[in-house]
């Protein structure tokens, strides 16, 4: 049994139903995936202050720029989201991912965006594009090519799960719906449909965006989602690997 086996069969050994069980299983990678996902789109979020606005709902000493403090506090406010969803069962739908996206970057968008009519929640309005080959669909698009991925998400098995992550990932980043916030939007969503699908979560680490990165250009280039799939199972092995550890002392005892 590969490591990435191991960790999923660690996780599925846990039962987990309920917002209170996943609370638990997740304690301390919430905060740790809030930190990654954000410091690989902002490099003035730090550990510290998402540490301290997940658990005390504020910073001290804080000198840094406001719009950073309230995309930790955003964060917080979408974890709460993934649990209250996942108790409620919610589909991963349009209504689900436009509320992710507003939850993330809510307070976030820049003068210019907003005058251009752009809002947290709506799809883009406007052309925004993102990476080296300037990847994006044309606003007109969006809902019809959002509302095809979508469906293709129904009846995935949960033996699946991670091969459908990876998709729903590579192409919503693909699309590029919104005008912000995509990557926090698109990371936090994988992770609700691997919840969803009885599979561990991923904190893709940020000192592995280079990975990362490259593994997403593979979809925009030549559609190819192996890369972005290994990359997703050496993360899962990464996120997971203290759980690993301990387990295997437990059974060496």
Do not use: C
Request: charged share 30%; no cysteine; glycine share 6%.
């Amino acid at each position: 049994m590969t490591d990435y086996e191991k960790a999923v069969a660690l996780w599925q050994k846990r039962h987990i139903s309920t917002d209170a069980e996943l609370a638990e299983a997740l304690n301390g990678h919430s905060i740790a995936f809030a930190y990654h996902s954000g410091k690989l789109e902002n490099e003035n979020v730090t550990y510290h202050d998402t540490r301290e606005i997940f658990e005390h709902d504020g910073v001290t000493g804080y000198t840094g720029d406001l719009r950073t403090l309230f995309e930790i506090r955003n964060s917080r406010e979408a974890n709460e989201l993934l649990l209250t969803a996942f108790a409620e069962k919610r589909p991963v739908d349009e209504a689900l991912v436009q509320e992710f996206q507003r939850v993330l970057t809510q307070n976030t968008y820049d003068a210019r965006r907003w005058q251009l009519g752009e809002r947290p929640g709506a799809y883009k309005r406007h052309d925004y594009v993102t990476g080296k080959n300037e990847i994006g669909a044309a606003p007109e698009d969006v809902p019809e090519e959002m509302a095809e991925l979508l469906a293709e998400l129904a009846g995935i098995p949960d033996e699946k799960a991670l091969t459908a992550a990876a998709y729903f990932h590579a192409k919503f980043e693909n699309i590029h719906p919104f005008a912000d916030g995509n990557g926090r939007a698109g990371r936090l969503l994988m992770n609700y449909l691997l919840l969803s699908h009885n599979h561990p979560p991923v904190i893709i680490h940020e000192e592995d965006r280079k990975g990362y990165y490259a593994a997403l250009e593979a979809w925009d280039e030549r559609q190819e989602l192996d890369p972005l799939l290994l990359f997703l199972r050496e993360q899962t092995v990464k996120t997971w690997r203290r759980q690993l550890e301990r387990e295997g002392r437990r059974k060496n005892r």
